[in-house]
């Protein structure tokens, strides 16, 4: 093979990741605009009035544990104290722990159950489907219509229930989702760019896709599911790491309606440690890649749903594998630089790389709308922006080889166990967190590539000089930032 025809395939590879992430940026953009539209459209939805009694229904909240000896203790105080009639509400734990925190957890419901409230301690002889298995599981013996689920880590506020169920009043409503908040947000620079990205997804993404009736996902956590629902999209299933983007789909499939409520706050521990943060987005972007390959035909046949509809589905189905786009752009634009100097022919072909900067700026203006929801706005709090914006556009491309991988495996079929995110509860640990028994000492196989990432990127900012080609200078050097930043955090427990 001829350096000319090797020079014209990787040029079309790093062309074509460019230009599907161009066109990635525009639809974000238009969810952008949606979101802009929401604001000034206020609608009235038909909601129950707890006023009168008969119209408050029974309600079964689901908490699936596993190994949450940290957390465990603030959760079911914290949801045993939710402001709703004792006698229309009962707790399920659905516990499938397998360390001493069993005990700990059965005296806490025992202390519970003494209040006269119910509260149930739900444990499973295996942990076939893991946490969609649990739910599924606890449903067959759920006496409410309606079931609230709450993950390990999270803090819903005392009116949660009265905030979200009397939205089910419309018999068409499936799922009502809050938004998540984050309690540990400033506690280290990689808190804060997951609250960053997560805040976008939760602003932008959720309402702009909501708010046009597009399909939006349940997220694991912090929302509640009509009972009914979740047997006619066919319950929970487990084929899936994101079981909860799966059954999404299922159900909006069903025409069953999700109401997003991004003004109703539930606050969440983020994962500290970048191991803990790893294994959580390897199990997302895995989820996302497997989802896409289950439901997109679905979406695609569906004569029930629009055509733009059936888009923002497939984009959305398709996020996580981004990551393969950004990858191989990173790892083509190396060789890129020489391809220029050798073959200054082919000069017009990189003006394709303009779209890159462009993409970074339709980002940019999306992402501040949903900071500045969040931090508000300002001189000063656009400055902080700034920064923030580049700090997680720096480390996020430094994620982009495992999640690469991670979305591969989705897409290939190969399965993996659901690997829990490890839970800290900061707050009451102090400096003791670091001593969690659930952290993993194991360094991932993927920490040696990107070792060799940093070194590769190096060698790309050392090439700009060589070549005297500034252009893809700064896009090293985040790469070569980036990377570093996730291969010495990998090594380290704070």
């Known amino acids: 093979m001829s350096y000319l025809v090797l020079s014209y395939i990787i040029l079309f590879f790093y062309s074509l990741a460019i230009v599907l992430i161009f066109f990635y940026s525009l639809a974000q953009f238009n969810l952008l605009l949606n979101y802009l539209k929401s604001k000034k459209k206020k609608t009235e939805k038909v909601k129950f009035n707890f006023s009168i009694a008969s119209e408050i229904p029974f309600v079964t909240i689901q908490l699936p544990i596993f190994n949450e000896k940290y957390v465990v203790e603030r959760l079911l105080n914290t949801v045993s104290q939710l402001k709703y009639p004792i006698d229309k509400f009962e707790i399920q734990v659905l516990d499938d722990s397998t360390d001493d925190s069993i005990h700990k957890t059965k005296e806490i419901i025992d202390a519970i159950a003494a209040k006269g409230i119910a509260i149930h301690h739900i444990r499973r002889k295996n942990r076939v489907g893991f946490k969609a298995g649990a739910l599924k599981e606890g449903l067959k013996i759920s006496k409410g219509d309606f079931i609230v689920i709450f993950d390990a880590d999270f803090v819903p506020k005392e009116d949660w229930l009265f905030q979200t169920i009397p939205y089910f009043k419309d018999k068409n409503v499936g799922v009502v989702q809050t938004r998540w908040g984050h309690i540990n947000r400033d506690f280290s620079l990689l808190t804060k760019i997951q609250a960053f990205a997560l805040d976008a997804h939760f602003t932008l993404e959720q309402v702009g896709r909501n708010s046009k009736e597009h399909f939006i996902n349940f997220n694991g956590t912090a929302g509640a599911w009509r009972k009914s629902c979740i047997l006619d999209a066919g319950n929970w299933e487990s084929d899936t790491l994101t079981e909860d983007l799966d059954l999404s789909y299922r159900a909006q499939l069903k025409k069953w309606q999700f109401v997003y409520l991004e003004d109703i706050e539930t606050p969440a521990e983020l994962p500290a440690v970048l191991s803990a943060a790893r294994s959580q987005q390897f199990r997302w972007n895995k989820g996302g890649a497997e989802n896409f390959k289950k439901m997109s035909k679905r979406v695609i046949a569906a004569h029930n749903i629009s055509i733009k509809t059936k888009f923002h589905g497939l984009l959305h189905l398709l996020n996580s594998s981004m990551f393969l786009c950004i990858f191989a752009m990173a790892l083509l634009s190396v060789p890129v630089l020489y391809i220029k100097k050798i073959f200054p022919e082919l000069k017009i072909l990189f003006n394709?790389?303009?779209?890159?900067?462009?993409?970074?700026?339709?980002?940019?203006?999306?992402?501040?709308?949903?900071?500045?929801?969040?931090?508000?706005?300002?001189?000063?709090?656009?400055?902080?922006?700034?920064?923030?914006?580049?700090?997680?556009?720096?480390?996020?491309?430094?994620?982009?080889?495992?999640?690469?991988?991670?979305?591969?495996?989705?897409?290939?079929?190969?399965?993996?166990?659901?690997?829990?995110?490890?839970?800290?509860?900061?707050?009451?640990?102090?400096?003791?967190?670091?001593?969690?028994?659930?952290?993993?000492?194991?360094?991932?196989?993927n920490t040696i590539v990107e070792g060799l990432l940093v070194l590769y990127f190096l060698f790309g900012i050392y090439s700009a000089y060589k070549l005297n080609d500034f252009g893809l200078l700064p896009f090293h050097v985040m790469l070569f930032i980036g990377y570093g930043y996730v291969f010495v955090k990998s090594f380290k427990t704070s």
């Not at 970074?360 to 914006?389: E, P």
């Not at 996020?396 to 690469?404: D, E, L, P, Y």
């Not at 399965?415 to 360094?443: A, G, M």
């Open 352 to 445: 394709i790389a303009a779209f890159f900067v462009l993409t970074s700026i339709i980002f940019f203006t999306c992402y501040w709308f949903t900071y500045k929801k969040i931090n508000g706005g300002g001189v000063v709090n656009f400055f902080k922006y700034v920064r923030m914006f580049f700090t997680f556009y720096t480390i996020a491309m430094g994620f982009s080889f495992q999640n690469s991988i991670a979305v591969l495996e989705g897409l290939l079929g190969k399965k993996s166990e659901f690997v829990r995110t490890p839970k800290f509860n900061i707050e009451t640990l102090k400096e003791k967190w670091k001593e969690n028994v659930y952290l993993s000492n194991t360094i991932s196989k």
